[in-house]
């Protein structure tokens, strides 16, 4: 019988797998595709790491601790992480731009904040309109999921976990000694413990997920540069930016696609994960006018892709034992936060499995599934 059984190998069940794999526990994954894929938390090719968090400063400890993590795959794999810094950029009364901030002084973070002159100077692509601030987080840094989830699979599988792909599970039967899985070849698989890290399809194993997020299909957009170097990672960084309507997250250029923008229009809603067409909305023209005015030098659109993440109502990650469960668990539904939180995720879940006292809290980061949305907070 093993420890722990992983259903679902992308980013954070990954993570998870390495996460239990040092505690010494017997880990098996399980994933009915590859592991390679661009979906859920592993969507968009790219993401933003930034210590001053949007969210406000209940990220900050759970950042840093991944930050440790970041800092350790990338110095022994070069290729996971572009050390660019980020800039939050716009209104300061915005809510997210205020909680950056808020986030940055209050946790004596490093940081700058700039005026136009000094933005002119460092990074003269982005126009900062009247009122715009311009917030530093030298800590920032941009993640290539799939470097990084290859690497984590590794590291897991060097430590002992047995990671199975194409393996796809046609039941769960649960005891008080354990969990019998099946998959669809016929072979049975014994577990004490299984986590769900299944993303936007976890609800196949965790009912209550389904009814506790809303999956939503976000459109990402590539345009051309007139210099690959100045809007590259040595010399981009990574960040958002929100003044008034004009609101857009970037992502320096690591091919000849150019730099990737997330508008950050209203994400459509979609009935199941696999929904990934590129629709573009009515007001994408306009869309696209905020953005070139605010980030110059941009030229054509060259490509545009899709994925589906899963969101909770109040932005907090589901963590914790699925209900009426006596070993199954949960950590799905971080939307666009999880990628970059993994590392302290995966390790908060396996201390909480272990019986042991997680060394960090995540109080307004994560909640258990089955529990009411709390205070909802301004997302993605």
């Not at 002084?105 to 715009?132: F, I, K, Y």
């Not at 000849?256 to 923008?261: L, M, P, Q, R, Y």
């Given at each position: 019988?093993?420890?722990?059984a992983v259903v679902?190998l ?6 998870v797998?390495l ?7 017997d880990?098996?994954?399980?994933d009915?595709g590859t ?6 938390a592993?969507?968009g090719?790219?993401?933003i790491?930034r ?17 440790t993590?970041w800092n ?9 992480r ?6 939050m950029i716009?209104d300061?009364?915005?809510p997210e731009i ?8 209050s946790c004596?973070?490093p ?7 000094a933005m ?7 126009h ?28 897991a599988?060097?430590?002992?976990a047995?990671?199975?792909f194409?393996?796809p599970?046609?039941?769960i039967k649960?005891?008080s000694r354990?969990?019998t899985?099946?998959?669809?070849n016929g072979?049975?698989?014994r577990s004490r413990?299984?986590v769900v890290?299944?993303?936007a399809w976890?609800?196949r194993f ?5 009814n506790?997020?809303e999956?939503?299909r976000?459109i990402?957009?590539?345009?051309s540069t007139p210099?690959?170097?100045?809007y ?6 990574v960040?958002?930016?929100r003044?008034g309507?004009v609101r ?8 000849a696609?150019g ?11 979609v009935?199941h ?7 573009l909305?009515s007001?994408f023209?306009e ?8 980030l110059t030098g941009?030229?054509r659109r060259?490509?545009?892709?899709a994925?589906?993440?899963?969101y ?7 963590l ?9 668990w949960?950590?799905a ?5 999880a ?10 879940l ?5 019986g ?15 529990t ?8 993605p």
């Amino acid at each position: 019988m093993h420890d722990l059984a992983v259903v679902g190998l992308g980013a954070l069940g990954t993570h998870v797998a390495l996460a239990a794999a040092r505690k010494g526990l017997d880990v098996v994954g399980l994933d009915s595709g590859t592991g390679d894929h661009e979906h859920s938390a592993t969507g968009g090719r790219t993401r933003i790491f930034r210590l001053a968090y949007t969210f406000g400063t209940d990220y900050v400890p759970a950042l840093q601790r991944s930050l440790t993590f970041w800092n350790n795959l990338s110095s022994r794999y070069p290729e996971t992480r572009f050390e660019t810094g980020a800039l939050m950029i716009g209104d300061p009364t915005d809510p997210e731009i205020a909680k950056a901030v808020t986030a940055a002084q209050s946790c004596n973070l490093p940081h700058e904040l700039l005026d136009a002159s000094a933005m002119s100077t460092r990074w003269p692509m982005h126009h900062l309109v009247p009122g715009d601030i311009a917030l530093y987080d030298p800590a920032g840094s941009l993640l290539i999921p799939p470097a990084i989830t290859a690497r984590v699979r590794a590291d897991a599988e060097a430590l002992g976990a047995t990671l199975r792909f194409h393996s796809p599970i046609t039941a769960i039967k649960e005891s008080s000694r354990g969990s019998t899985i099946t998959l669809s070849n016929g072979e049975e698989l014994r577990s004490r413990q299984i986590v769900v890290t299944a993303g936007a399809w976890s609800g196949r194993f965790v009912p209550e997920f389904t009814n506790a997020v809303e999956l939503r299909r976000a459109i990402l957009h590539w345009f051309s540069t007139p210099n690959d170097f100045e809007y590259g990672p040595t010399q981009f960084p990574v960040g958002l930016r929100r003044t008034g309507n004009v609101r857009y997250s970037f992502f320096p250029q690591v091919d000849a696609n150019g730099i990737k923008v997330n508008l950050h229009s209203p994400k459509q809603v979609v009935p199941h994960p696999e929904m990934r067409e590129v629709n573009l909305p009515s007001d994408f023209d306009e869309l696209v006018g905020g953005l070139k005015r605010t980030l110059t030098g941009l030229g054509r659109r060259t490509a545009s892709a899709a994925y589906v993440e899963s969101y909770t109502p109040d932005y907090r990650i589901l963590l914790g034992r699925a209900a009426n469960t006596k070993n199954r668990w949960l950590l799905a539904g971080g939307s666009g936060q999880a990628f970059k939180l993994a590392p302290a995720l995966a390790e908060h879940l396996v201390e909480l499995i272990q019986g042991e006292m997680p060394s960090l809290s995540l109080d307004g980061v994560i909640r258990s599934p089955g529990t009411p949305a709390v205070e909802a907070v301004r997302g993605p």
